[in-house]
């Protein structure tokens, strides 16, 4: 038998190659596995993901429990923190990848590194991969190649391209999870971080609500809720951007209006800017001011109780105009991919390539922050795996 033949063929060494590779062999130790990795290691994603600190799952994702006894089956304890988010306990995500590529050596896992796959044809009931160098024919292939969101860990769409020359269809592609582009944002406020609510407008509807700690940018705005937001605002992107609106409640559940009328009464000849220097950090005062359509130096006693209310009303809801979202070099995830009416969501196979299987980013699917994404990735990748090698 050639060396370069087996039952199962992994494309890409990320979160769901890793996982797949793993349960493949614990569920069917004598078969033969490979992955073909075009990166120089496995999991080079997965080493970045949560900060450095590898958000693996939440409590909240239904069949968690399989996630943290997988990760337990590797060595690797699994804890929450307040949130739900599930962390491992030394909360490295290089030391993840590193215990998992030493679970995938011990177990006799072939692995190619540096092996970009650059076609794939069926050959008989399975499959013909070539690389620059080097063919390989497998009973099975998974393309766990994850998407086109970070760039530099070699997520770059190859598996759309292999997919496709099979017939398969890919719907459209966006960055998400990413910074929102906001051009009529003072420059002053870069480096400015605010908690507060962040809601997205249609026209006059909101389409998105979410809570935490806002960071200012030179081309915009960042953080948990924005990348979040982030998934609404592009999914709608083939209607133009225009009639978007996003606001910032920077008091939410406050009411200033008494407080705003006492320093009237106690200190009518201070400044609007002083009054909002005692709230606010200057940048963002400066800004509320703008927004509010004051002098700063105009006295308070020359406010009328309206002046105050539309203040308050500023500081519940600070208005900004995206124009765009950061690209795929910024994004944490892809949404689109290959559609579900395409693949068996059973046992994640393809309808049209039988023998062919999907996991992980590939597919059309992108969930909020909090580590639905990465247990998609592994949960997929585990369960293409055992499908794969069932028949």
């Known amino acids: 038998m050639s060396l370069n033949i087996y039952d199962l063929i992994i494309i890409g060494g990320g979160a769901a190659g890793m996982a797949a590779a793993l349960e493949a062999v614990g569920q069917y130790p004598e078969a033969r596995v490979a992955i073909l990795e075009k990166k120089d290691a496995l999991g080079k994603k997965l080493r970045a993901t949560g900060n450095g600190r590898c958000n693996l799952s939440n409590g909240a994702i239904p069949g968690v429990d399989k996630t943290i006894a997988f990760f337990e089956d590797q060595g690797i304890p699994v ?33 190619f590194t540096e092996a970009a796959v650059v076609a794939m044809t069926r050959k008989g009931e399975g499959f013909h991969l070539k690389t620059e160098d080097q063919s390989y024919t497998a009973r099975r292939v998974l393309l766990a190649t994850g998407g086109k969101a970070g760039p530099a860990y070699g997520c770059s769409g190859d598996g759309y391209t292999l997919a496709k020359s099979l017939g398969h ?21 870069k480096g400015v971080r605010v908690k507060g609510r962040l809601t997205l407008y249609w026209e006059e509807e909101p389409v998105f609500v979410e809570a935490g700690e806002v960071q200012l940018t030179d081309y915009g705005i960042s953080g948990i809720c924005v990348f979040n937001l982030s998934r609404y605002l592009v999914y709608r992107d083939e209607r133009r951007l225009s009639p978007y609106t996003i606001t910032l409640d920077i008091y939410p559940g406050e009411s200033f209006y ?55 009303e500023c500081l519940h809801a600070l208005v900004m105009k995206p124009s765009g979202v950061m690209g795929f070099k910024m994004a944490q995830c892809t949404a689109g991919g290959i559609p579900w009416d395409e693949v068996n969501p059973r046992t994640l196979e393809s309808r049209l390539v039988p023998g062919l299987y999907f996991a992980g980013e590939i597919l059309d699917y992108d969930g909020p922050c909090g580590g639905y994404n990465l247990d998609y990735a592994f949960r997929t990748g585990r369960q293409a795996a055992v499908a794969a090698l069932s028949k």
């Open 79 to 111: 804890r929450s923190d307040d949130t739900g988010r599930l962390y491992p306990f030394s909360e490295s995500a290089p030391g993840v990848a590193e215990t998992l590529a030493r679970r995938i050596q011990t177990a006799g896992i072939q692995v």
């Open 169 to 189: 269809q890919v719907t459209k592609t966006l960055p998400v999870l990413t910074g929102v582009i906001c051009e009529d944002l003072p420059k002053a406020l």
């Open 258 to 312: 008494p407080f705003l009328m006492k320093q009237y009464d106690y200190f009518g000849e201070s400044h609007c800017l002083d009054l909002l220097g005692g709230m606010l950090k200057p940048p963002l005062a400066k800004w509320v001011l703008s927004q509010w359509g004051m002098t700063g130096m105009q006295p308070l006693k020359d406010c009328t109780p309206e002046d105050f209310a539309r203040l308050e």
